[in-house]
């Protein structure tokens, strides 16, 4: 049996791909670490799927991981190098071949990989445990068991409804207002490529106009396609599931034999204090910390989950505080993109440029495509990691 009270040097709430490399640093750093996990892995996860160059980047900077490696592991179930954008159901901007190549990946399968790594580094992980109580004072996390467990740290990794983050609305250290303000929903839907005629949707493709503050979106998959849309709730209450059934219908799949799925999105409302005492930090969609044009998660979550590591560990050997360091680190790399993609964000979806069918935006879009992806991606210029990681026509063609 085990003591009532489990002492660690990090508890991690959530195992997702934050909470996964958050884990698997410290323990690389020599941390006790244990990752708390509400559900079993793998587990399904609502995403696109779509991972951008500067993940790939991280995960080679963290795990050493190539393309080659990825692809080779089936992480990477779809590469493609071209995509297009259509206004509601008309096309208005075809893109034969990006400077960035996409890259695809199931986030059950991706998910599960990432916690596979810390698991195989070391860290403790508790899976299929949700969390009865928070004390973000004591650093004390209660299990629905009784069990307590105590540490030094705590990350905050559980997503958009987290729990540690109540607990600083509780404190007053954020506002539950602005929080719900810039909320946003996802809903999408998996449809079997046996329903569609063969090579129909090789490349993604990116829907205008169907949504409010916010677009659709159809990402291939190497056996389906990933159908969705996220938008702002304020703007539209009650419309998302019709609209995505018109999606459907749009590419002639009968959307009552389709599952439709739902989930909170952080869409512009990354917080500005997401550390407590020098020993809580919030990372990735916890803290809101989600690209507010696009959606993308999977990166902030990663990388703030890198700094909240690399944050605990200069505190350990005296160099840093921990707040001044995250958020330094925030500063630096993470708020610039988000405020400015907040305003890219208002310069695509005001009522301007909704009225005019999104015309300007297009305009935008053509003059500066290929470095507005470069942008996105947060890399150099991708000729260089084209050699770098030896991609060659062939492998992104498989």
């Known amino acids: 049996?085990?003591?009532?009270?489990?002492?660690?040097?990090?508890?991690?709430?959530?195992?997702?791909p934050g909470g996964a490399t958050a884990g698997y640093l410290l323990k690389k750093m020599g941390f006790d670490v244990?990752?708390?996990?509400?559900?079993?892995?793998?587990?399904?996860?609502?995403?696109?799927?779509?991972?951008?160059l500067k993940t790939v980047d991280l995960l080679y900077q963290i795990y050493g991981e190539t393309i080659p490696s990825l692809r080779r592991q089936g992480i990477f179930n779809y590469l493609c190098d071209h995509h297009?954008?259509?206004?509601?159901?008309?096309?208005?901007?075809?893109?034969?071949?990006?400077?960035?190549?996409?890259?695809?990946?199931?986030?059950?399968?991706?998910?599960?990989?990432?916690?596979?790594?810390?698991?195989?580094?070391?860290?403790?992980?508790?899976?299929?445990?949700?969390?009865?109580?928070?004390?973000?004072?004591?650093?004390?996390?209660?299990?629905?068991?009784?069990?307590?467990?105590?540490?030094?740290?705590?990350?905050?990794?559980?997503?958009?409804?987290?729990?540690?983050?109540?607990?600083f609305f509780k404190k007053g250290l954020l506002s539950e207002k602005e929080w719900k303000f810039n909320m946003g929903t996802g809903v999408e839907a998996h449809v079997d490529r046996k329903l569609l005629k063969k090579d129909m949707f090789d490349h993604p493709i990116l829907?205008?106009?169907?949504?409010k503050w916010g677009y659709g979106w159809i990402f291939p998959n190497k056996d389906k396609l990933v159908v969705g849309l996220g938008a702002l709730n304020r703007k539209n209450k009650g419309k998302f599931i019709s609209v995505l059934k018109d999606m459907l219908k749009a590419i002639k799949v009968d959307p009552n034999a389709i599952k439709i799925s739902g989930h909170p999105v952080p869409y512009g409302?990354?917080?500005?204090?997401?550390?407590?005492?020098n020993k809580v930090i919030l990372i990735g969609d916890a803290g809101g910390f989600?690209?507010?044009?696009?959606?993308?998660?999977?990166?902030f979550t990663q990388r703030t989950g890198q700094f909240a590591a690399l944050a605990i560990q200069k505190y350990h050997n005296k160099k840093h505080m921990i707040k001044p360091y995250y958020m330094h680190r925030l500063h630096q790399e993470i708020y610039p993109h988000l405020k400015n993609f907040m305003r890219l964000r208002w310069l695509c979806f005001n009522f301007v440029n909704v009225g005019l069918k999104y015309l300007p935006?297009?305009?935008?879009?053509?003059?500066?495509?290929?470095?507005?992806?470069?942008?996105?991606?947060?890399?150099?210029?991708f000729r260089l990691w084209k050699k770098e990681l030896e991609i060659n026509e062939v492998l992104l063609r498989k």
């Open 361 to 381: 935006i297009q305009f935008l879009i053509r003059l500066i495509e290929k470095k507005f992806m470069e942008i996105i991606n947060g890399v150099r210029p």
């Open 207 to 211: 829907v205008l106009g169907n949504v």
């Open 34 to 52: 244990i990752i708390i996990e509400k559900e079993i892995f793998p587990r399904q996860k609502l995403c696109g799927g779509l991972v951008s």
């Open 1 to 16: 049996m085990v003591d009532n009270i489990l002492d660690h040097d990090v508890i991690i709430v959530g195992g997702g």
């Open 84 to 167: 297009e954008i259509y206004y509601k159901f008309e096309r208005y901007i075809t893109q034969n071949l990006s400077p960035i190549p996409f890259f695809f990946v199931e986030r059950k399968v991706y998910d599960n990989f990432l916690l596979n790594h810390a698991k195989q580094a070391g860290v403790k992980v508790l899976e299929g445990e949700k969390i009865s109580s928070v004390d973000i004072s004591n650093c004390e996390v209660v299990l629905p068991n009784g069990k307590t467990l105590k540490s030094n740290f705590i990350i905050a990794a559980d997503g958009a409804n987290s729990v540690v983050r109540q607990e």
């Open 290 to 299: 989600v690209d507010p044009m696009y959606g993308e998660g999977i990166y």
């Open 269 to 277: 409302n990354f917080v500005d204090n997401p550390v407590y005492d």
